[in-house]
């Protein structure tokens, strides 16, 4: 057995005895690593938990019987901007109890390296969609290939339990890892894949009308190629706008002309210059804009000129980065505007 403390004499002359502390601290040491590693599996756990929701559900021995909520519909029209960090995502929900999903942000694997990775589908969406109850989602709406827009629904899509109607894309020609692992489980389940193109009236249940505006054709920039959607209820209009640049607002005037007057905007490429012209603005005449943005992001979005813009026409603006989940009920009539970081119904 080591002793704990050592005495050490001068040779010849004598010296008062004093012990060492070196065992006592390495004995302390020794407790605070093990105490660190205990926490970190817990952590550890934690972060899985919230990574990957269904994981605590599935861990259950099956003798246990979990209690699934039931899915109530909204009353009113209910359109959710979704704070997913630096991306975009919509949750509508219809008082006949439809559920559509308009991109979905981040996924575990971005297109480009960020210095840490978000799964929006794992993180914040499907956590919104078990609280709520909801089990199935009729349509997916995937603006473009983009992993900021599309990366969360490959979580979605591979939750085997949430039943998935249908998914629209443009089926830009991409082939990123991103894309393959959004088409992977599409192709696995037999999720019907439709081709998004102007003109396409979308089923979203009695008294919402929505309506593919863009594109048309597809152009050589993915944002430019964005599906545009228009959605009507009652008095009251959304225009879904994804990535859109000047290009497409311009091609969106030369077609729809006043058609495209809407109350809520979702502001193209979340707010960057590239995006959100005078001449769009004057036609789309909204009386809210509509931002998916992440605090501190790298990209300047949005920036002070689209913000001038907007301000200088009297328009009430909205973005995830200040605001949180910004919720939107209406009955077709009027409209309320409900502004949290979290979500709790």
Avoid: C
């Avoid at 894309?169 to 991409?174: E, G, L, R, T, V």
């Avoid at 998004?196 to 009236?201: D, E």
């Avoid at 009507?232 to 706008?241: A, I």
């Amino acid at each position: 057995m080591v002793e704990a403390y050592q005495v050490e004499r001068e040779p010849e002359r004598p010296k008062e005895v004093k012990k060492s502390n070196k065992g006592f601290f390495s004995l302390v040491i020794i407790l605070l690593l093990l105490a660190s590693s205990l926490w970190g599996l817990a952590l550890n756990a934690n972060w899985r938990q919230a990574l990957y929701p269904s994981f605590k559900e599935a861990s259950l021995p099956s003798s246990v019987e979990t209690k699934e909520k039931a899915y109530q519909p909204p009353e009113k029209l209910t359109v959710t901007l979704l704070d997913v960090g630096q991306g975009l995502s919509f949750l509508i929900e219809t008082p006949e109890g439809r559920v559509i999903m308009y991109d979905a942000g981040e996924g575990a694997n971005p297109d480009f390296k960020f210095k840490r990775y978000f799964d929006a589908g794992a993180r914040v969406i499907l956590p919104i969609l078990e609280k709520k109850g909801i089990k199935r989602i009729d349509t997916i709406a995937v603006t473009g290939p983009d992993s900021d827009h599309m990366g969360g629904f490959i979580t979605i899509l591979n939750e085997d339990r949430l039943e998935i109607g249908e998914v629209w894309d443009i089926a830009f020609p991409k082939p990123t890892p991103t894309y393959k692992a959004f088409l992977d489980p599409i192709n696995r389940r037999g999720i019907k894949f439709r081709l998004a193109r102007r003109g396409q009236v979308l089923d979203w249940g009695e008294d919402v009308f929505a309506q593919i505006l863009h594109p048309d054709n597809l152009y050589s920039s993915s944002n430019n190629s964005s599906i545009v959607i228009k959605l009507v209820y009652g008095k009251v209009s959304f225009l879904f706008t994804g990535d859109i640049e000047k290009e497409a607002e311009r091609e969106l005037v030369e077609t729809y002309g006043p058609g495209l007057e809407s109350t809520f905007l979702q502001v193209g490429h979340h707010g960057s210059n590239t995006s959100s012209t005078p001449l769009f603005l004057d036609f789309v005449k909204p009386k809210v804009a509509l931002i998916g943005v992440g605090r501190y992001n790298t990209y300047g979005h949005p920036t002070p000129k689209t913000l001038k813009k907007l301000r200088e026409r009297g328009i009430e603006i909205y973005r995830t980065d200040q605001d949180g989940h910004v919720v939107i009920t209406t009955d077709g009539k009027d409209y309320e505007v409900i502004r949290t970081g979290e979500l709790t119904d």
